[in-house]
């Protein structure tokens, strides 16, 4: 564990990690990028240019929420009295082997060992920081296009040459193109399902790429929303191969994302390179509210699985509606999100238009400019969404 005694940030660009920067093709302009960009600062580089931020929007209280991902609902009642209980001991920076606990529960869960487990707040500073490890300015970064672009904004902030490939007629990640692309990439980044699409890639996809990309680059898989799918997840890659990361977060299923706890399944010598740069004082210093309810909720399995199917029957209802009135939405989203083309109108007009009817939807992206991305919410917010469309569609 951290050393408790002296919790203060380790001075983020070392002597060593100089070295390691300048050897991989940084220049000293970088340095201060890098360590804004894991020095605490990275959320910065995602806010830099605010429409790549997950919430484009600021939300706006009162509304009906479904532009940001969220869940509609808070942590699971097991989970939010955990979070509650532990609240009495917070004098303490750990009260009893509580990461270890999370760990064990996770291993019990997804079957990997637990010197493979890491876990972070959130997922955005693992995203971020295997740009930073694995790419580099003679390293490139490989996504899909649209995706989630949180690793544009990182590339571009460590002048690392971004590939941005759209994705197969059915909206999988199209890893035989992605290669091509850029053969010699240092990581290339899979978000199943993706963000905004909601859509899968096979596993087996993910094996072929695994396969044959050059044996030093990294492959992430980003499954923040594969609770939401219920489907075969990549977990099992992270423990038999020592070149694929995957990353979890609690923001989504688990109605934690104001909590913040996230997960990473990888070979340990990955993270000992991912770590160079701040010392351990981001994964070793986890808010134990946020621990003691990921570690309740986890093993939750009829839970998890009633709220995927609360989730699946309201973006049933809203998708259903929305094609009956002639909109076309994308097919195939196994997530809590589905992506909707207005007849006439921009996805701007309608965010303006539905927002004055009290609900606050998400925006588009510039692969699918015509599109704006829903997030699922309860039954009742799809209600009030549904009502809301007709009004401004039909007068
Ligand atoms: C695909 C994807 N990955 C990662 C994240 C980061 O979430 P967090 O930092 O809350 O774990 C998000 C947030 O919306 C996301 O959509």
Redesign the pocket.
């Given at each position: 564990m951290a050393d408790y005694e002296n919790p203060v940030l380790d001075r983020p660009v070392s002597d060593d990690m100089q070295r390691d920067l300048l050897s991989r093709g940084y220049s000293r302009r970088h340095f201060g990028r890098i360590a804004t960009l894991l020095g605490g600062g990275v959320a910065l580089a995602q806010t830099i240019t605010p429409a790549f931020a997950?919430q484009s929007a600021k939300a706006v209280v009162g509304a009906v929420r479904i532009g940001?991902?969220e869940c509609w609902t808070g942590p699971f009642p097991a989970g939010a009295e955990a979070a509650m209980l532990i609240v009495q001991q917070g004098n303490r920076y750990e009260p009893d082997n509580n990461h270890a606990k999370l760990f064990e529960a996770v291993n019990q869960v997804e079957g990997v060992p637990i010197d493979r487990i890491t876990a972070w707040p959130?997922?955005?500073d693992p995203?971020s920081r295997t740009a930073v490890t694995f790419a580099s300015p003679e390293r490139g970064i490989v996504t899909a296009d649209p995706t989630?672009e949180?690793l544009w904004r990182t590339g571009d902030w460590i002048g690392a040459k971004v590939t941005k490939v759209p994705l197969t007629a059915d909206y999988r990640h199209d890893v035989k193109a992605m290669l091509a692309a850029d053969p010699q990439a240092g990581l290339y980044y899979i978000?199943s399902p993706n963000?905004p699409t909601g859509t899968l890639t096979p596993i087996e996809d993910i094996i072929w790429l695994a396969e044959n990309k050059p044996k030093d680059a990294i492959i992430l898989v980003?499954e923040?929303?594969i609770h939401f799918a219920g489907a075969p997840n990549a977990a099992r890659l992270a423990v038999e191969r020592d070149d694929v990361i995957v990353?979890r977060?609690?923001?989504?299923l688990f109605g934690m994302?104001g909590m913040?706890l996230?997960l990473t399944f990888c070979a340990p010598e990955l993270l000992e390179r991912m770590m160079r740069y701040d010392g351990m004082q981001v994964i070793n210093m986890l808010p134990m509210t946020a621990v003691a309810a990921g570690t309740a909720s986890l093993t939750l399995a009829a839970q998890i699985e009633a709220r995927r199917n609360e989730m699946i029957a309201a973006r049933t209802m809203a998708t259903d509606h929305l094609k009956k009135r002639g909109l076309s939405v994308l097919p195939g989203s196994r997530a809590n999100m589905f992506m909707v083309e207005w007849k006439d109108r921009t996805p701007k007009e309608m965010m303006a238009a539905l927002l004055a009817e009290g609900v606050q939807i998400g925006r588009s992206w510039t692969a699918y400019p015509k599109m704006s991305r829903v997030s699922v919410g309860s039954a009742e917010d799809m209600e009030k969404f549904c009502l809301a469309v007709d009004k401004v569609m039909l007068g």
């Open positions: 997950q940001s991902n959130g997922s955005s995203l989630y949180v978000c963000n980003d923040a929303y990353m977060t609690f923001s989504k994302a913040r996230g």
